[in-house]
């Protein structure tokens, strides 16, 4: 019993002492630390534990054709292992042809491992059903669903594995915000053009998302994966900048508020600007703290959502947290070129995040999230380049625009921001 209560003092302990350094940084002025806002959050996640890593290099893959050109060659060429963690595999032609690839792979002799999300599997309008698994699993492929519905079903609701990563014989990463799924190169008929951000990582990165599929998969399957083979030596990279990565995973109970203060640091580090592309945009407490706090030291906040979405009331819900974010001096816009599914957030012009966490309690709550902290002036450069150019197809959120909307907007904009603990 004294054991017991020693780990959980211990436990919110660490906690606690988190939060300290997050306080006593969002009460200083940025001018008083005299470090750069990089500096400032590389430090927290130093001693958060967070593992970073100075030798990878990183390539952005800024629409799902890229993505999954680049995801197939690097599949092509695996001599032992390719591991992929996904939220969902549409039953469709992009996800066919992968697991042709895949079977051919394991003909060659290479290990294939997948895993996908129950719930994210149940929820897309193609799904893998047990018919397709059989086949798949057939042809040599190990596939298995993370935490599967049984009885009673509400035990399940809650902790989902939202991760997108895929790891291709230990040398090889790729993570972002897209799926297996063909509206990723298609679009969808309702919302049109389907935008999306990932990224392909080489270098000791790779090992920190290598040990996130490895955990995961060894206690969903009860098996004991892993080794020297699944985690080799990686050089310095000759033919590019030695660029600084730190991968912040989310696992609930285990570090259940890591991603909402790395996110809520960035924001509050911030010394000039922040620019944030995200497609259900109803933040936490902690991130809407922080943003409010940048805005009134004077940093230029500037978001971007989706105008469509696939999923009903988070657009007003959305726009009534940021008609809020306006009046206190955040630039806002709305993007009309389809739907904008990226999680991007570029600092300062020196540091960015790409990853699978969208802006709301359901990832920074309950979900399993990954998402890349790259610290280099030329990749957060290209992602700021993107996004000014998609400020063209946006149209801005203003009084005079708030204005023009109606009544029952506005009210089921209220009435969903009051699920915003949920959504």
């Known amino acids: 019993m004294k054991l017991r209560i020693f780990i959980l003092f211990l436990f919110l302990s660490l906690l606690r002492a988190q939060a300290d350094v997050i306080d006593s940084l969002m009460t200083h002025p940025r001018d008083s630390i005299g470090l750069t806002s990089d500096s400032l959050v590389l430090h927290f996640l130093k001693e958060s534990g967070i593992p970073i890593s100075d030798n990878n290099k990183v390539k952005l893959l800024k629409s799902g054709r890229e993505k999954f050109i680049d995801l197939f060659e690097a599949i092509r060429e695996a001599k032992h292992h390719v591991h992929l963690e996904y939220f969902n595999f549409r039953n469709d032609s992009i996800a066919n042809a992968l697991f042709d690839l895949l079977a ?22 193609k799904p893998l059903k047990k018919k397709h698994l059989k086949k798949i699993r057939e042809r040599g492929i190990e596939i298995v669903k993370f935490d599967p519905f049984t009885f009673p079903y509400i035990n399940h609701a809650a902790h989902r594995d939202h991760r997108k990563i895929a790891v291709i014989d230990g040398k090889v ?58 985690f080799p030596q990686h050089a310095g990279q000759t033919d590019s900048t030695n660029i600084v990565v730190a991968i912040v995973d989310r696992t609930p109970k285990k570090n259940s508020r890591m991603l909402s203060h790395a996110y809520a640091m960035s924001i509050y580090s911030a010394q000039k600007n922040v620019h944030i592309v995200n497609p259900y945009f109803v933040p936490t407490s902690s991130i809407k703290k922080a943003l409010n706090r940048s805005i009134d030291r004077g940093v230029d906040v500037t978001i971007m959502v989706s105008s469509a979405s696939d999923i009903p009331f988070t657009p007003d819900a959305a726009l009534y947290k940021l008609h809020k974010l306006m009046k206190r001096g955040a630039t806002v816009y709305m993007y009309n070129g389809g739907f904008h599914h990226s999680k991007i957030m570029m600092v300062d012009d020196l540091f960015c995040t790409v990853g699978t966490a969208n802006l709301n309690s359901r990832s920074l709550r309950y979900d399993y999230e990954t998402n890349a902290f790259i610290f280099d002036k030329k990749i957060t450069a290209e992602l700021n380049t993107m996004f000014h150019e998609d400020i063209e197809h946006c149209t801005q959120l203003t009084p005079e625009f708030w204005k023009k909307r109606s009544p029952w907007k506005k009210f089921v904009g209220w009435f969903a921001n009051l699920f915003t603990p949920f959504l």
């Not at 394991?106 to 719930?119: H, S, T, Y």
């Not at 049109?192 to 995961?216: C, K, P, S, Y």
């Open 104 to 125: 051919e792979k394991v003909k060659e002799g290479v290990e294939v491992r997948a895993m996908f999300d129950a719930f994210g599997n149940w929820s897309n309008n």
């Open 173 to 230: 990463a790729y993570t972002g915000g897209m799926n297996i799924a063909d509206y990723y190169i298609n679009g969808l008929p309702k919302i049109g053009t389907w935008r999306d951000m990932h990224t392909r990582i080489e270098g000791d990165a790779v090992n920190d998302l290598q040990e996130i599929f490895l955990t995961i998969w060894n206690k969903e399957t009860k098996q004991n994966i892993g080794g020297e083979a699944y």
